[in-house]
T-cell receptor, first 117, second 111 residues
Framework: EPEVTQTPSHQVTQMGQEVILRCVPI?????FYWYRQILGQKVEFLVS????????KSEIFDDQFSVERPDGSNFTLKIRSTKLEDSAMYFC???????????????FGEGSWLTVV | QKEVEQDPGPLSVPEGAIVSLNCTYS??????FMWYRQYSRKGPELLMY????GNKEDGRFTAQVDKSSKYISLFIRDSQPSDSATYLC???????????FGKGTRLHILP
């Protein structure tokens, strides 16, 4: 069964460092997402991406965050200067065309656990 | 009022019992309703996906949506220890592609 894959599975970084989280969405999907889950809290939407641009972003997704689809397969989330409160599990997700609000479901990756120290 | 409310549990039931998990919501624009299962430190796994009001059955799982009451349910029949996980309800506003999750209910099936 096709799946969304994420790397790294776990990263520890020092506060203030830049982090890049990588994702390979399901191959025929066109809508891409990042969500995060702080330990013990709910999964929260960060950003959606379609046609090489951000479709929607939440208030969490401030100037420290950026997303990119550098080639035909990868989708990355960059955090420019990490803060302690960025420690969370980051989930990449993808869905087919059109997006989930038209009936296509979203499939999540296993997550990248980020620890900022 | 929070957009999606879900009792975090934990909920412990004996193996073989019927499990009922529920969420309430406040946003009338939610049109798509989902249930995800999440094992510890793993990604959410889609279990059920329904559109608008009604029931949907898939094996031991039944999802129920009552839009008039803004209430959704997931029933698990013949529960197994492998069903032990956190169950997240989730909803999509028809105007955008954001999924709004409940906080999740931790379920323990006791052998």
């Amino acid at each position: 069964e096709p799946e969304v894959t994420q790397t790294p599975s776990h990263q520890v970084t020092q506060m203030g460092q830049e982090v890049i989280l990588r994702c390979v969405p399901i191959s025929n999907h066109l809508y891409f997402y990042w969500y995060r889950q702080i330990l013990g809290q709910k999964v929260e939407f960060l950003v959606s991406f379609y046609n090489n641009e951000i479709s929607e972003k939440s208030e969490i997704f401030d100037d420290q965050f950026s997303v990119e689809r550098p080639d035909g397969s990868n989708f990355t989330l960059k955090i420019r200067s990490t803060k302690l409160e960025d420690s969370a599990m980051y989930f990449c997700a993808s869905s087919g065309q059109p997006g989930p609000s038209s009936g296509n479901t979203i499939y999540f990756g296993e997550g990248s656990w980020l620890t900022v120290v | 009022q929070k957009e999606v409310e879900q009792d975090p549990g934990p909920l412990s039931v004996p193996e073989g019992a019927i499990v009922s998990l529920n969420c309430t919501y406040s946003n009338s624009a939610f049109q798509y309703f989902m249930w995800y299962r999440q094992y510890s430190r793993k990604g959410p796994e889609l279990l059920m996906y329904t559109y608008s009001s009604g029931n949907k059955e898939d094996g031991r799982f039944t999802a129920q949506v009552d839009k008039s009451s803004k209430y959704i349910s997931l029933f698990i029949r013949d529960s197994q220890p492998s069903d032990s996980a956190t169950y997240l309800c989730a909803m999509i506003d028809y105007r955008d592609d954001k999924i709004i999750f409940g906080k999740g209910t931790r379920l323990h099936i006791l052998p």
